[in-house]
């Protein structure tokens, strides 16, 4: 591991010269907005049934073009933390909340690829039992996404990576579980979000969904344990990355709860907008 984070390392201090040509004045205003773009990469989770699924980032990169080589890449993570890795648990990150992995001025032009380095410090907990994730080698060297996207001078742009830890993580048995990454990017320009709230709150999981073709879009509500600890959700759920359209939200409710699923029919989605249907009730 050191010797990746020491590789993690010499690729920022390449690069460091050229990025910071694209800086902010003392105000936070960008020096050269015709030349520089603001893009924002953020990472949310998609439903997974596990305790907690605990994950390391050491670096977001992004490139210019789509070659698969490992060359042309800049690294734009938080600079306190490139190559020492801030872990996240995924598991957390419901109800429509995510965290953000950048903010940075970067050239503007072709955005062919956005690489996300992981670390080797990625856990599970089952039943209240943490094991390792083990990551393969071909994942080491960084997951990259491919987005081909023209980021124009002045202009910003929020990329989000919905995480999908049901389909990310393998069992082997024996208590083994490896981390083969399943991500999904989606841009605020491109994309809607429905949110929601079912209230009252309840103490049992909903998964709140959408489907378009096969492709399903889905988040857990927050949940109340009623123990009233000041942690207990509200009921709110938020489904991001959804391309523009007219849905059927269905919220599923946990199957030792006995309560059926719902339907809200007509849900419309527009790009770069979000869609709120208000409360919803289990009978």
Known sequence: MKKFKLKV?????????????FSCDDNGNDNNNETTSRLMVKMSDAPGD??????????????????????????????????????YDLLKLTGGTNIMLTDSLVPSGSLGQIRL??????????????????????????????????????????????????KSIVTTGSSKYILKPVIRVSTMEASGVIKGIVSPAVDYQVLASVQQGEIIFSA??????????????????????IPSGTYTLTLTPDPTS??????????????????????????
Do not use: H
Request: charged residues 20%; hydrophobic residues 35%; without cysteine.
């Open 50 to 87: 596990y305790d907690e699924v605990n994950i390391e980032v050491l670096d977001v990169m992004i490139k210019a073009n789509s070659d698969s080589g490992d060359d042309g890449w800049i690294s734009i993570g938080d600079k306190t933390q490139v190559g020492e890795g801030k872990i």
């Open 220 to 241: 857990f509500a927050t949940m109340d344990d009623k123990d009233g600890d000041s942690n207990d959700g509200d009921g709110t759920f938020q489904i991001n990355g």
């Open 9 to 21: 390392l010499g690729i920022f201090a390449m690069t460091l010269l050229s990025l910071s040509l």
């Open 117 to 166: 380095l992981l670390g080797d410090e990625n856990t599970v907990v089952v039943d209240g039992e943490k094991f390792a994730l083990t990551t393969p080698s071909a994942q080491q060297s960084g997951l990259k996404l491919q987005v081909n996207q023209t980021l124009i001078g002045g202009t910003t742009y929020e990329f989000l990576l919905d995480f999908d830890v049901d």
């Open 258 to 283: 006995g309560k059926t699923p719902i339907t809200v029919d007509n849900v419309i989605v527009y790009n770069g907008k979000t869609t709120d249907v208000g409360s919803v009730a289990f009978p």
